[in-house]
């Protein structure tokens, strides 16, 4: 199929253009916090997951789509400070070489908190390994979980726990081997995200 010419600026989206992607009946509601139409229109839920979806009513996947354009002709500096600056939870670090897609996504993993006052809700938690989830009981900390949280979680645990401390009591010893062990599964984890 031959591609449409594209101008520079692509015309506003009107309401045509937002066909819904579900019939009314069936939609669920609407992914905003009180909102209480049929979420129509699907968007991804996060760079990590483009292909599962949170549904959105018209005002909501406009607004959406919409928040983009505050990024406009912005340079990358300040796009970055605005991330940094706006963004309550923890995020990887901007990477300049990241893939479009990403830096998108973490845009609007900003704008929504900037705009919203308030943290984007959780992912929701991937199905976690049973390896995962005894690590994280070990370690005694809650997903998700940053790479800070875990390494001050870590510490604090390695100061009690420490076989040293303990003058070489066997239970600790025991402890101490499955703290760190833990330590390195979330290490890890967290890395390959
Ligand atoms: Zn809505």
Redo the contacts with the bound molecule.
Sequence with gaps: MPRKKTSKKPPKKTRTEYVPHIATGKAPP???DG?R?P?EYKAPKSRDELHEYHW??L??IREHNQQWDYFAGLEPDDIEYFVKDAVTGHRPTWNRESQVRDQYFKLHDALYEFLTDSKRPAKPTPPLTAKLRKALATMDIEYPYTVKGLKVQYRAMVKKHHPDVNKGDKKSEELFKQITAAYHTLSEHIKSL
Excluded: I, L, N, R
């Design positions: 609407c992914h905003v909102c139409e979420g959105f009513c005002g909501h």
